[in-house]
């Protein structure tokens, strides 16, 4: 059984910056696409990242390009999610999760395991 364990989130001042990181139990991260996503009250789920097996591949949303880097070591089992330039508008709880293939990667209802979230909230 695939268990994920999200921390590194907090309260953040925009401009700030936080490292996420998800660890994963099981032999089968290194043959695992793992994506990020985040939620907010009342809000759907939201694609924030996804990154390939190897690492070769990764994919952001819009909001968050060019200001959140995606990053797996597998030896660690381990995949991270580098925030910087926070603002108020990514005040969310992020998860991890865990699907086998590349295909539909930013679609959460193709993800088969998730960790339990982490919240981040940015301040004004």
């Known amino acids: 059984q695939v268990q994920l364990v999200e921390s590194g989130g907090g309260l953040v001042q925009a401009g700030g910056s936080l490292r996420l990181s998800c660890a994963a139990s099981?032999?089968?991260?290194?043959?695992?696409?793992m994506g990020w996503f985040r939620q907010s009250p009342g809000m759907e789920r939201e694609f924030v990242s996804a990154?390939?097996?190897?690492?070769?591949?990764?994919n952001y949303s819009d909001s968050v390009k060019g200001r959140f880097t995606i990053s797996r070591d597998n030896t660690k089992n381990t995949v991270y999610l580098q925030m910087n330039s926070l603002k108020p508008e990514d005040t969310a709880v992020y998860y991890c999760?865990?699907?086998?293939?590349?295909?539909?990667?930013?679609?959460?209802?193709?993800?088969?395991?998730w960790g339990q979230g982490t919240q981040v909230t940015v301040s004004s």
């Open positions: 999760a865990r699907k086998v293939s590349w295909i539909d990667y930013s679609i959460a209802s193709k993800y088969g395991y």
């Open positions: 099981g032999r089968t991260f290194s043959n695992s696409v």
């Open positions: 990154i390939s097996r190897s690492g070769d591949r990764t």
